[in-house]
């Protein structure tokens, strides 16, 4: 497990109103409705008197707002085949910790999150259905949302609310490139084709795309120092595991299948008897 507490100028922290539900099991305000004012700000307020201010409205005590301030917030991952890799859990006091929402997380945030923690940068995605297993920790945050601003500084985004499932907390995984093998083969040169973010757990690709023509064949032997003048796909047996790549399409001028266009990583709708198989020569 690795923890870094990252606090100042270089992330700017708040929470949007609009999105502050979460903070009631904090809070314990449970119960019957009340009059309350509706409030809206769009985060770069000098004063809550500059928001938008609405008037009494009904609104049950369990939708109270509230609000923790902070300097930045602590990020961790746990629970990952590797210490590069895990279900992301973030503090905002350094004491109390909670998971993430996928919401609007993407490449983006990942990347920034790997190099908050110190972690490689080069392959940095949030992997669908992830196999990390679900915390019971309650949700701090909706989401993080990261963008490079003029000086391109990284802000990030901390939203509460928008509660979800334990499905869809979310993982981060920070990798400082692929690794491929060929497995299952008649000889060192051929055999299904497998690839790894971290050296530890592996998975295979999928054909759609990749076995069009002999390109992605020919870029996955020369990335691997195989012949590849004239690589080609072929038959294999299924694998099993994660299928962490499929839709590849190749130029053949690439030097590595990750260059290629393809899908994100790990989203796919293929099965195992849809693995790729090389034979490099």
Request: negative net charge; contains cysteine.
């Amino acid at each position: 497990m690795h923890v870094l507490k990252h606090f100042g100028s270089n992330i700017i922290f708040y929470l949007r109103t609009k999105a502050l539900a979460y903070i009631n099991s904090y809070f314990d305000n449970h119960g019957t409705q009340t009059n309350t004012l509706r409030l809206e700000c769009n985060g770069t307020e000098n004063n809550i008197a500059d928001c938008n201010l609405y008037g009494n409205s009904p609104c049950w005590k369990n939708r109270l707002s509230g609000v923790w301030c902070s300097d930045g917030f602590s990020a961790r991952l746990v629970n990952g085949s590797g210490p590069y890799d895990g279900r992301l859990e973030i503090s905002l006091d350094g004491v109390t910790w909670g998971t993430v929402c996928d919401n609007d997380i993407g490449d983006s945030e990942a990347k920034f999150l790997c190099s908050m923690l110190g972690f490689p940068t080069n392959v940095t995605f949030v992997p669908p259905d992830h196999p990390y297993s679900s915390g019971s920790l309650q949700y701090v945050a909706g989401s993080i949302r990261c963008t490079t601003n003029d000086g391109n500084q990284q802000d990030c985004v901390v939203e509460g609310g928008r509660q979800c499932g334990a499905k869809r907390q979310v993982g981060i995984f920070c990798s400082a490139g692929p690794q491929y093998r060929l497995v299952d083969g008649s000889n060192p040169n051929n055999g299904r084709l497998e690839v790894s973010f971290n050296g530890i757990a592996w998975g295979t690709v999928c054909d759609d795309y990749f076995d069009r023509n002999n390109n992605a064949a020919m870029v996955a032997c020369r990335s691997m120092g195989l012949p590849s003048s004239n690589a080609r796909v072929i038959d294999t047996t299924p694998g099993n595991g994660t299928i962490l790549l499929d839709n590849v399409e190749c130029k053949g001028n690439e030097l590595n299948i990750l260059d290629c266009q393809h899908s994100a990583i790990g989203s796919t709708n293929c099965g195992h008897r849809e693995d790729i198989g090389l034979h490099c020569e």
